[in-house]
């Protein structure tokens, strides 16, 4: 069964901390990798996405790494800002497909 | 620079009743979809219209109906509406081609 877990599931930083948070999947046949970031009560955005030919990808602060081996990413958040509070949601899509999988997110409270 | 437009923002619904959500983009994508948010829940895709003239149905499409309008609009109707659709509704679309989702800012849609 094509399924994306994350992990944690909700973490409290302080504000200029960096922290990562983890994605494994078991999704078949792979096509790219996407990281989201949703803030309460708006839809998500994309932060970044990744082919299986790529370990990394950065936006910003934000900095995805994939490994297509073991099925894992990470998405490392640098020097965390309040604006970062939200929850961040792993998608993986299926090759040759319209299928999206949704992981249920991480949610992600930055304090002063 | 609109993107995907969601209405109305907010529902609330009589069990019973029935209701249309309406969805339109102006990025000139070919796909659309449809999808509900729960809490602890990754986002589900309930239909899609990969493109126009063509719907398709989902993870969870019972209870549904879609209209591919033309290629800017996709709604989504509940016929008789039930509690367990109370949710988050999301409107996307892409342009697989380039692999990016834009999805609209959702609708809380209360059944009670």
């Known amino acids: 069964k094509n399924q994306v877990e994350q992990s944690p599931q909700s973490l409290i930083i302080l504000e200029g901390k960096n922290c990562t948070l983890q994605?494994?999947?078991?999704?078949?046949?792979?096509?790219?990798l996407r990281w989201y970031k949703q803030d309460t009560g708006r839809g998500p955005v994309s932060l970044t996405i990744?082919?299986?030919?790529?370990n990394t990808k950065s936006n910003g602060r934000y900095t995805a790494t994939l490994d297509a081996d073991t099925k894992q990413s990470s998405l490392h958040i640098t020097a965390s800002q309040l604006s970062d509070s939200a929850s961040y949601i792993c998608?993986?899509?299926?090759?040759?497909?319209?299928?999206?999988?949704f992981g249920k997110g991480t949610t992600l409270s930055v304090s002063s | 620079n609109a993107g995907v437009t969601q209405t109305p923002k907010f529902q609330v619904l009589k069990t019973g009743q029935s209701m249309t959500l309406q969805c339109a983009q102006d990025?000139?994508?070919?796909?659309m979809y449809w999808y509900r948010q729960d809490p602890g829940m990754g986002l589900r895709l309930i239909y899609y219209?990969?493109?126009?003239?063509?719907?398709d149905k989902g993870e969870v499409p019972n209870g549904y109906n879609v209209s591919r309008l033309n290629k800017r609009e996709f709604s989504l109707r509940l016929e008789s509406a039930a509690p367990s659709q109370t949710s988050v509704y999301f409107c996307a679309s892409s342009d697989l081609g380039k692999g990016g989702y834009t999805f609209g800012s959702g609708t809380r849609l209360t059944v009670v």
């Open positions: 219209s990969a493109s126009e003239g063509t719907t």
């Open positions: 998608v993986v899509s299926v090759q040759a497909g319209t299928a999206l999988i």
């Open positions: 990744m082919t299986f030919s790529e």
């Open positions: 994605c494994n999947y078991t999704v078949s046949p792979f096509s790219n």
């Open positions: 990025m000139n994508h070919n796909s």
